[in-house]
């Protein structure tokens, strides 16, 4: 069965960072492309990050994703958190056909 478990979140003040692992299991992770999402309170998920199968192409915003094929794994780099990062981190592929996982928590104060 396919899923993923994400995991690195946290509180973290203003400014600082965060890495954000994410380990699939059950798909053909070395074809896929995988991506980051998140849903803050209130709000709808939304795509935050994606890469492509063999990291040739990566669409990003503030935040840098890669990837690591042989362990199966993705991971997003959150550098110069603002509080309006603050939500819950989801992985999948893109577009999102796993089974959400319950993501991890990232709360950044102000």
């Known amino acids: 069965q396919a899923q993923v478990l994400e995991s690195g979140g946290g509180l973290v003040q203003a400014g600082g960072s965060l890495r954000l692992s994410c380990a699939a299991s059950g798909i053909t992770f070395s074809i896929e492309t995988m991506a980051w999402y998140r849903q803050a309170p209130g709000k709808e998920r939304e795509l935050v990050a994606g890469i492509s199968s063999r990291a040739s192409t990566k669409y990003q915003g503030r935040f840098t994703i890669s990837r690591d094929n042989a362990k199966k794994t993705v991971y997003l780099q959150m550098n110069s958190l603002k509080p309006e990062d603050t939500a819950v981190y989801y992985c999948?592929?893109?577009?999102?056909?796993?089974?959400w996982g319950q993501g991890t928590q990232v709360t950044v104060s102000s």
């Open positions: 999948n592929t893109d577009p999102a056909s796993i089974n």
